[in-house]
């Protein structure tokens, strides 16, 4: 396997993972088969020598061996692999399992999380593995499942250079953009305040399209006329028509994980005492709007009908 030379998104300067780590990677694994995971993995098969995957619901990993050819196995077999990834609900269930393999994993390996979580974690994981001589980088995706479906993921990544520079083939399976953005728990933040932007977009069209309606406008040809304007976001071109307009509301990212990831943004804040008034009104609000839901029962789109509750106003078309 040719290394790829990615110039565009590391620091060049060496470090001492260059003389531990190995030159070629014959075996990744997979650990979290959720909405993004169980697409994100595809993409490593037939790429490797071997491809491993692991499921808490061992089922899954077996459907996902049935139907791509990668190997279901345990997660102290996934432990073993080159290149790790993780993609699991929160920064919390990847200490847990990391913490139950820490002796299965070799030195030279480095493991890539793509779940979206809390940079603090991320630095003591770094820290914990390093004592393993396995380095651990946080990066977190963007796309959603139609991105992981397509490999065109953005990639957020935080962490050791020469450690990405190593991974970067396995993380180029499943990516359209992979950037370095700063040292461990950076990867992380760019994706709680991503996130956190995208929220904020979110409820404002939420608002705008409302009042449009309450005057006779169809929202559909409010957002076409958005969609070719300034006030145009991911929000109003694929979100509202998608999701919202069409009262689908397809589960895919849940919103108690965006509640979530604007919570660690606001804590992000708060370390640096920065006045953010609209992200934390936001924040609030997504908040109060995953509460309405039980934890990974309703989708991020389902901000919506919250919002619909206090304006009696239904955002579809008449």
């Not at 993409?43 to 279901?72: C, I, P, W």
């Not at 299965?104 to 991320?122: E, F, L, N, R």
């Not at 919103?255 to 924040?283: F, H, N, R, W, Y």
Request: hydrophobic share 40%; glycine share 6%; proline share 3%.
């Amino acid at each position: 396997m040719t290394q790829a030379n990615p110039t565009h998104h590391t620091n060049t300067n060496k470090s001492s993972i260059t003389q531990t780590i190995s030159t070629e990677i014959k075996s990744v694994s997979f650990i979290g088969l959720g909405a993004m995971g169980y697409l994100m993995a595809t993409h490593l098969v037939g790429k490797f020598d071997t491809v491993m995957v692991y499921n808490r619901t061992s089922a899954k990993a077996e459907q996902h061996a049935k139907e791509f050819g990668s190997q279901a196995v345990s997660l102290e077999q996934a432990a073993t692999a080159d290149v790790i990834f993780s993609c699991l609900p929160t920064s919390n269930e990847v200490d847990a399992i990391i913490a139950k393999v820490l002796p299965h994993i070799h030195s030279g390996s480095v493991w890539v999380d793509c779940t979206s979580g809390v940079p603090a974690q991320a630095k003591a994981a770094n820290t914990k593995l390093q004592q393993q001589g396995c380095y651990f980088l946080d990066a977190p995706v963007s796309g959603q499942t139609t991105g992981a479906k397509a490999g065109t993921l953005t990639v957020m990544v935080g962490g050791e250079a020469q450690a990405l520079n190593h991974a970067y083939p396995a993380i180029d399976c499943f990516a359209g953009l992979i950037e370095h953005v700063g040292a461990s728990g950076a990867g992380f933040a760019v994706k709680a305040v991503n996130n956190t932007l995208f929220a904020i977009n979110a409820w404002a069209c939420a608002e705008g399209l409302s009042v449009l309606k309450a005057h006779g406008v169809n929202p559909s040809s409010a957002l076409t006329c958005i969609n070719h304007s300034s006030g145009q976001s991911m929000a109003s071109s694929n979100t509202f028509p998608n999701r919202i307009i069409n009262r689908q509301f397809p589960k895919t990212f849940t919103i108690d994980l965006m509640a979530k990831d604007c919570g660690i943004a606001m804590d992000l804040q708060s370390e640096k005492k920065l006045p953010t008034p609209v992200m934390a009104q936001v924040a609030s609000l997504i908040r109060a709007a995953s509460m309405q839901h039980d934890i990974g029962s309703a989708d991020f789109s389902e901000f919506a009908k919250f919002y619909e509750s206090w304006t009696t106003l239904t955002l579809q078309d008449e």
